[in-house]
């Protein structure tokens, strides 16, 4: 049976250390599907589209990984690709404490489900994407927090 994980988030915007759990975790799995979780009654600061564009861009050249939106919940999202895993990372503890509760909470909604974590790499644990919003926002420099192969003058705070 084909090992299907899929790897959920706002990625709002991907950054580095979203590209690098993906990355290590390829090795492991048939296809990884990067889930983007959107909730129309919530304003994102890239629009979803975008988001899209910029994840496909970055595993263009890796067929093993796709990209797809999702309004609802991560369960009813693995059902309907026959996902048998959830990738997430962690950085820190309390990234820990919210990711077990999550993941305890699926595993009851959906017991063939197992959530696999990936411990950050040490030069991402401080990434995180409302940062790198706050530095675009401002009119800062954040390429060293995005994936090398995006083009950095589409992160502007008007895109
Ligand atoms: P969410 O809104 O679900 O937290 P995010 O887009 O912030 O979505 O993150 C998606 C996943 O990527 C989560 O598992 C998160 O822990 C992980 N992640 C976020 N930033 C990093 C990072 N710098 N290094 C490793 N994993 C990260």
């Known amino acids: 049976m084909e090992r299907i994980a899929i790897f959920p988030g ?12 993906v990355n290590r975790a390829i090795p492991l799995f048939d296809k990884i599907i990067i889930m983007i979780g959107y909730n129309s ?6 629009p979803l589209e975008k988001r899209a564009k910029w994840i496909n861009e970055v595993f263009k050249n890796e067929p093993r990984v796709e990209v797809e939106t999702h309004e609802g919940l991560t369960v009813d999202f693995c059902k309907q690709v026959n996902a048998g895993y959830i990738l997430r990372g962690l950085r820190t503890s309390a990234d820990f404490e919210y990711e077990r509760a999550i993941a305890q909470i699926n595993k009851k909604m959906l ?23 706050d530095i675009i926002r401002h009119g800062g420099d954040a390429s060293m927090f995005l994936p090398a192969s995006l083009n950095m003058s589409e992160f502007k705070p008007d895109k």
């Open 111 to 133: 017991p063939q489900i197992e959530s696999v974590f990936l411990l950050t790499m040490p030069e991402h644990t401080p990434i995180n994407s409302s940062i790198v919003r």
């Open 41 to 46: 009654n919530k304003q994102s600061f890239f």
């Open 10 to 21: 706002s990625f709002d915007p991907f950054t580095v250390g979203h590209e690098s759990i």
